[in-house]
């Protein structure tokens, strides 16, 4: 995937999380078309952080990624206040090792299978994203 203007931003407000969440970790991330994929890790506390840190919960920190990059692609586009992703978001809490690499795996090689996404008005056939979701 070569991210355009708008794909760089949302890669540099993924990146820029753990400043605003300093209990949070990223790990694997994709940015596509029309989706992000990305696994946020949060830890009890990194060495060095006092216990005075708020810890947010996942929909906070999916809150701040997404309003903080809506505003710098719509300043750039000048439509201020123009929803730019979708209302919900889906997540998946990851309880071993075993899970934890294989959908890094699947989000690595997400670009790859983008000629399948059903959202992509060139699809070539089927992603075969759920019954792999339904193995782990």
Not at 106 to 119: A, G, T
Request: proline share 5%.
């Amino acid at each position: 995937m070569v991210l355009n203007r708008y794909g760089e931003i949302v890669s540099a407000c993924w990146h820029n999380l753990p400043n605003y969440h300093p209990h949070v970790n990223l790990d694997a991330f994709v940015v596509m078309p029309n989706h992000v994929y990305g696994i946020v890790i949060i830890e009890d506390l990194r060495p060095g952080i006092t216990k005075s840190v708020k810890k947010h919960p996942v929909t906070e920190i999916v809150r701040v990624f997404k309003t903080s990059s809506s505003r710098r692609i719509n300043n750039i586009r000048g439509l201020v206040g123009t929803p730019v992703w979708q209302r919900n978001y889906w997540e998946r809490v990851i309880r071993n090792q075993d899970e934890f690499n294989r959908i890094c795996e699947y989000i690595s090689n997400n670009p790859q299978r983008w000629h399948l996404d059903k959202e992509n008005a060139e699809s070539e056939g089927e992603d075969d994203f759920d019954f792999w979701l339904s193995k782990l």
